[in-house]
């Protein structure tokens, strides 16, 4: 059997002296779509935050077996993963076009950088009207979309997107997410989605991961997450 993806070992992270994760185990397959779910402070961006280098960690991480020894950005970029920040990190000074062309930085320059560009401008239509647009001046909606469509001008294996859903009125929501279910079965991009609106992931996702106060608390296919009644309760609120 080939390793997965991704994969976190024992992992440990946090601010200064202050460990947030703790031990945590994690996997991530070629084409899967999984989520971690976790109240507000959980541990979530940290968790995203610390797979994408942002943050130092201990334990291992892995990319198709590999342990990366230097995990950073644009290393773990050039592997495939490519990040969506909570709270969108488009770079808001710049146009639409160029907020897109930056995402492709890790790419060969060629005439598919400005395919994709236009190919994100049509699964996204309000982004194809305000190509030229400063990024600052768009909608919170508008920016969550640049920020999903130049995350994938990497063309990446695997996606992690932190909080896609946060502060954005439900149909926007409804709309990312189809996107986001679409980028994964027809391209096969792999996603690691953490949500506090765990309703919507959890209809994109096969597998979930519960964080609670930095700990995995438990993991398994979505569907034993939906009937487990206590679980239902906490997470999904009925
Ligand atoms: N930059 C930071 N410096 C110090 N502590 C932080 C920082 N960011 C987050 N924390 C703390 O880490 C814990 C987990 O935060 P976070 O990973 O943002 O949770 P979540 O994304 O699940 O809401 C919280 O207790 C939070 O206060
Ligand atoms: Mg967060």
């Known amino acids: 059997m080939s390793a997965p993806l991704l994969e976190a070992v024992g992992l440990s992270a946090g601010y200064g002296q202050s460990n947030v994760l703790r031990d945590i185990d994690l996997t991530v397959g070629a084409g899967e779509a999984v989520v ?71 790419r060969k320059p060629g005439p598919d950088v400005a395919e994709d560009i236009d190919q994100w401008c049509t699964v996204f239509p309000p982004l194809g009207k305000r190509r030229d647009q400063i990024a600052g001046t768009l909608s919170g909606g508008e920016q969550q979309m640049l920020a999903v469509a130049r995350a994938m001008m990497s063309r990446p294996r695997l ?16 709309g990312l997410f189809e996107v986001l279910a679409r980028v994964n079965a027809e391209r096969g991009t792999a996603v690691l989605l953490v949500e506090q609106n765990a309703e919507l992931a959890l209809d994109i996702a096969s597998r979930v991961y519960l964080l609670e106060v930095g700990s995995v608390a ?21």
């Open 159 to 174: 996606l992690l997107c932190d909080e896609v859903s946060l502060g954005l009125a439900p149909l926007i929501v409804q």
């Open 36 to 106: 971690v779910l976790g109240a507000n402070g959980a541990g979530k961006t940290t968790l995203m935050r610390a797979i994408s280098g942002l943050i130092p960690h201990t334990g291992e991480i892995r990319v198709d077996g590999k342990v990366v020894t230097k995990v950073r950005p644009d290393a773990m970029l050039r592997l495939g993963i490519s990040q969506i920040p909570q709270g969108r990190g488009t770079l808001t000074d710049m146009t639409v076009r160029d907020n897109l062309r930056v995402g492709a930085v890790s």
């Open 218 to 238: 438990s993991s398994g296919p979505t569907e034993e997450f939906r009937s487990n009644d206590a679980i239902r309760r906490a997470y999904l609120g009925y």
